[in-house]
């Protein structure tokens, strides 16, 4: 009787248990059910297109057109005449048969790429012969198209999900494209679209047979959405123009939105180079570790230089800020600053007033190493705590972007450094004091910045005091975007007041001073010239090359419609290259076109290269053949 009672019991916990679990699966479940993980189930899929990428003012910088692979089923290959369709593919047999024992491996049942990417014409032609062949087929593709040649280094590319990616993302399979830089990659989730899925239910020799469930499964495949960038095409296209034979960054900003209206690495490439069956060979030249040009490297935001001598308005408003200086304060210049008791203690200065008293306004205009060695020493010394003094020095710079990543939408960056008191503590076991570290006073010793850092800290000043984090994205699919990070005020640490001096000097330097060969008549340009010295070991040897050229600008003085910043590397003084390349790109935004009194200005910067400073770099051949011997 016991034995009977057990008997029926779990008979009973059984059929409860799959009743509960039909219950799940046809009631609760039933309505999220996916069938792609029943193996008696074949799932297609329908590829979306991607989103379509415009610049600010409707211009289209990416589009699509229609690919074709060779799929492989390898389970349902039968015999063939592989020297035919080799032959058909353009491969050989070795490569034929590589290609699927690779697939085969990979999965017998399932259908993986055999050959990528066909030209129109191979694959008008083989569409009428692939029925011969069971087990291939062919499957249509999105991949992009680039009308303009330029921003690649922005728009980024699109490349294949690799396995461990489709493992650890359920939506990916691999084989399929994912954007890998840039806008593609940054805002793959607009832009990628939702894939469609059709179900057919297949037999026990994996041969479909039918709909699953009359196609209720089925889902439509859901375009990607379109973006506008902030991106001026044709602001970013004269930049790029004008950097060619040279190496460097430009970034230019709307001060009013933080919107980034150029971004430009120099050298760069063609975005198409990246597209179809010619990307994997040239990936391999362009993304080259020995390739010194490093063309996918992006300058603008990677590349952290010393900011030189624009740095000099960052100490200015600090000295304001804390107090250490005002507008009057005077210093003397004697052909530099000495700041200790030896000859090699000496900064040279070449601001052209000697023995006289500089105040902050000649001193910006004329860039007077002295005045900003004084203004240093006495931020960094003040209450005489050199480490104190140097970490609010530092929390001052940092207020306006510097030495972080700013938070703008892209992939690449660099944090750059500004260093704090602990910094110098660590490096000189607490005993130092400003005169350790006086080179920061003028933008060099370890302060490191990149072109968008000091593009943001320049409209910080065209905004007397405040920010909007730089961003590339301006709309999805004509709606403005509404990221709070992007339309929120960053305030600086400095008061508003201290920033019409500072303003008004950076006027001086392009009306008297440094960058007075580079006016635009109507234009009132505020900027700072600066140049950052450059060291490089080649052949083993630590040697000075040409210094960087670095600009910074605004424009107009009043109501700045741009903001930039400008690094040619190895390119000299401020004023030689940065200074007339800023002058053209702020005339061609702001009036649309180059003037003809500032056409030969134009020709000499088109017509600059600097490939003789960079083959220096470049080790001699007598030079490796002796390091092998």
């Known amino acids: 009787m016991q034995k009977s009672f057990l008997l029926y019991f779990l008979i009973t916990l059984v059929g409860v248990v799959f009743i509960g679990r039909l219950f799940q699966l ?55 005449d592989t020297l035919e369709f080799c032959k058909l593919l353009k491969i050989n047999k070795e490569d034929f048969l590589r290609r699927y024992y690779k697939a085969d491996a990979f999965a017998s049942y399932k259908p993986s790429v055999f050959l990528k990417q066909l030209a129109k014409e191979d694959f008008a032609f083989l569409q009428e012969k692939l029925h011969k062949y069971h087990g291939f087929f062919i499957q249509k593709r999105i991949i992009r198209a680039y009308p303009i040649n330029a921003a690649a280094n922005v728009l980024g590319y699109i490349g294949e999900v690799n396995e461990e990616l489709a493992k650890k993302n359920s939506y990916y399979q691999a084989g399929e494209l994912i954007g890998k830089d840039g806008i593609e990659k940054q805002y793959e989730g607009f832009l990628r679209g939702r894939k469609g899925k059709k179900y057919f239910n297949k037999n026990r020799f994996n041969k479909v047979t039918g709909s699953f469930k009359n196609g209720e499964k089925d889902t439509l495949a859901q375009s990607g959405k379109d973006l506008k960038l902030t991106l001026a095409i044709k602001l970013q296209q004269y930049a790029q123009k004008l950097m060619k034979g040279k190496r460097g960054g430009i970034v230019a900003i709307e001060p009013s939105s933080g919107e980034i209206l150029a971004l ?40 952290s230089y010393p900011p030189g001598s ?30 200790g008791g030896r000859a090699s203690e000496f900064m040279g200065c070449h601001c052209g007033i000697y023995g006289k008293p500089i105040q902050l306004k000649t001193a910006i205009a004329r860039s007077c190493n002295s005045y900003f060695s004084n203004t240093y020493k006495r931020i960094i010394e003040k209450n005489n705590k050199p480490s104190k003094g140097l970490d609010a020095w530092s929390a001052h710079v940092k207020s306006f972007g510097l030495g972080n990543y700013l938070g703008y939408d892209l992939p690449q960056g660099s944090p750059g450094l500004i260093p704090t008191g602990k910094y110098y503590d660590n490096m000189y076991r607490y005993s130092w004091n400003a005169s350790t570290n006086i080179s920061n006073a003028i933008g060099q010793g370890e302060v490191q910045t990149t072109p968008i850092q000091l593009a943001n800290f320049t409209a910080a000043i065209a905004n007397k005091g405040f920010f909007y984090t730089p961003h590339i994205l301006k709309e999805v699919n004509e709606n403005p975007i509404e990221f709070s990070d992007f339309t929120k ?26 960058g007075k060969w580079s006016q635009v008549k109507g234009i009132e340009i505020c900027g700072k010239t600066g140049t950052s010295e450059n060291y490089a070991v080649v052949n083993g040897k630590r040697i000075k090359l040409e210094d960087h050229s670095i600009l910074v600008a605004f424009a107009p003085k009043d109501n700045p419609k741009i903001a930039l910043a400008i690094f040619v590397e190895n390119g000299g003084y401020g004023s030689t290259i940065a200074a007339p390349i800023a002058s053209l790109l702020i005339e061609k935004y702001l009036n649309g076109e180059i003037s003809k009194a500032t056409q ?18 470049i080790p001699k051949k007598e030079d490796i053949e002796k390091g092998t011997k």
Not at 54 to 59: A, E, K, L, S
Not at 264 to 286: C, E, Q
Not at 314 to 324: D, K, T
Not at 490 to 512: G, N, R, S, W, Y
């Open 26 to 80: 046809q009631i609760i479940r039933g309505e999220s059910y996916d069938p792609i993980h029943n193996a008696a189930v074949k799932t297609e899929y329908d590829y979306p297109e991607r989103g379509y990428i415009y610049d600010r003012n409707g211009v289209l910088l990416v589009a699509n057109q229609i690919s074709y692979d060779v799929m492989v089923q390898p389970n349902q290959v039968v015999s063939l």
């Open 489 to 514: 005020k960053k305030q600086t640490t400095i008061d508003t007041a201290h920033f019409p001096l500072v303003i008004e000097a950076m006027h001086e330097v392009f009306k008297t001073g440094t």
């Open 600 to 617: 030969y200005r134009e020709k000499n910067m088109l017509n600059i290269s600097l490939q003789d400073e960079y083959d220096k770099l």
């Open 264 to 303: 430009v690495t120099a050298p760069s490439y063609n975005p198409n180079m990246l597209v179809g069956r010619k990307r994997s060979r040239n990936s391999v030249i362009l993304m080259d570790p020995e390739n010194l040009e490093k063309p996918t490297y992006d300058r603008g935001l990677k590349a």
């Open 310 to 339: 624009p740095f000099k308005m960052m100490n200015a408003l600090i000295g304001l800020q804390e107090g250490v200086i005002t507008k009057e304060t005077p210093f003397y210049c004697y052909n530099g600053y000495r700041y």
